[in-house]
């Protein structure tokens, strides 16, 4: 079973810096039909002004995945991390037991635009850690990338839970599959551009949660960038 989420039935919310769209409840936005997917509890779509961004803020017992599209992130978090995640990088930092960080766009001309991915975490109570990692497009074009996952294997980052997330970038007329086994499940979200799954067309910012699917078909017709989750 297929079940598409379109791009426009997100939430959303423009405070001037910060235009973000939000795939599951969060904030001010409430859909009891939409809470998360499995294990999958956040997929925020943000667009972030130059010099602008998060100050401070707490988290705790969550897997929190910052992936990034255009423009660069700077982070600061209470473990000692300051780093910056460019354009093609992935920010995985586990909340655990209580961290605070704070994110900017730290260009005074570009703007930044990001996923930021939260996920329940296998139990609860885990040290806070932090890891990034670079995955230029050249691993991604027409192919499946690790890019999380829980045994943190093919250089992917790790995740406390039974997930994994893979990306690719699919030229024009390209095609790839998945196989999902049978007791798995999958959310497909489409970062950019437009593809066709198991003949169903999705735009950028749709979504596809799957179930009782076991052979997933892309067909690219544009320039396709893709998120595609593996969970429990």
Do not use: C
């Not at 910052?66 to 093609?88: C, L, P, Q, R």
């Not at 900017?104 to 806070?128: A, D, K, M, V, Y």
Request: overall charge negative; aromatic content about 8%; glycine content about 8%.
């Amino acid at each position: 079973m297929l079940t598409v989420r379109k791009a426009e039935d997100r939430g959303h919310a423009n405070h001037g810096w910060l235009d973000s769209y939000h795939s599951f409840s969060f904030a001010n936005y409430y859909d009891p039909q939409h809470m998360g997917f499995r294990s999958l509890r956040v997929i925020n779509e943000d667009m972030v002004a130059p010099a602008k961004g998060f100050p401070t803020h707490p988290h705790r017992d969550m897997e929190i995945i910052t992936y990034v599209v255009s423009g660069a992130v700077a982070h600061k978090d209470s473990i000692g991390n300051t780093e910056k995640v460019g354009a093609g990088g992935v920010q995985r930092f586990s909340a655990g037991t209580g961290i605070t960080h704070s994110e900017f766009n730290p260009s005074t001309t570009e703007g930044l635009h990001l996923l930021q991915i939260w996920l329940l975490p296998e139990r609860q109570g885990i040290t806070p850690s932090y890891e990034q990692k670079e995955f230029p497009a050249e691993t991604k074009r027409n192919q499946w990338r690790a890019i999380a996952n829980r045994e943190a294997t093919d250089g992917a980052v790790k995740l406390h839970q039974d997930a994994a997330i893979y990306a690719t970038i699919l030229e024009p007329g390209e095609q790839l599959t998945y196989t999902l086994q049978a007791d798995r499940h999958a959310w497909v979200q489409i970062v950019q551009g437009e593809v066709t799954l198991n003949g169903t067309t999705l735009d950028k910012g749709d979504a596809a949660a799957i179930s009782n699917e076991t052979e997933l078909a892309f067909a690219a017709s544009t320039d396709a960038e893709i998120l595609l989750f593996d969970l429990a």
